[in-house]
């Protein structure tokens, strides 16, 4: 699970570079805050999930299904943030920079 996290990091600097060279600071902001709001929660969705693994009696499915709710929320939420917080959103790279970010997990399955 982790090597999802660290392939989503490397989107990440790649794609928040490139927008920055094309579009300037506000790009490379924009980029940022996407990162931010797909890796963290995935990152402690993983985590979670790990702990739970071992644990005898835990119901893994449905712990499962809480955490992707409580992640989705999450994202959400640290989107919103960064939209207010930041009102010089440059909304092409936040949203290609979320899509490229959120995409680039898969690639891990591809490969075991």
């Known amino acids: 699970m982790l090597?999802?996290?660290y392939l989503q990091l490397g989107a990440a600097l790649i794609t928040a570079v490139l927008a920055g060279v094309i579009v300037g600071t506000r790009g490379l902001v924009s980029?940022?805050?996407a990162a931010v709001a797909a890796i963290l929660p995935n990152l402690f969705?993983?985590?979670?999930l790990t702990m739970l693994?071992?644990?005898p009696g835990a119901s893994y499915a449905a712990n499962f299904f809480i955490g992707e709710f409580l992640k989705i929320a999450a994202t959400i939420?640290?989107?919103a943030i960064a939209?207010?917080?930041y009102p010089e959103m440059h909304w092409p790279s936040l949203l290609i920079g979320l899509a490229i970010v959120?995409?680039?997990g898969f690639l891990a399955?591809?490969?075991r």
Request: glycine share 12%; hydrophobic share 55%; no cysteine.
């Open 3 to 5: 090597r999802a996290i």
């Open 31 to 33: 980029v940022g805050f």
């Open 45 to 48: 969705f993983a985590v979670r």
């Open 53 to 55: 693994k071992n644990r």
């Open 77 to 79: 939420g640290i989107l």
């Open 83 to 85: 939209i207010k917080g």
């Open 102 to 104: 959120l995409h680039a």
């Open 109 to 111: 399955f591809w490969k």
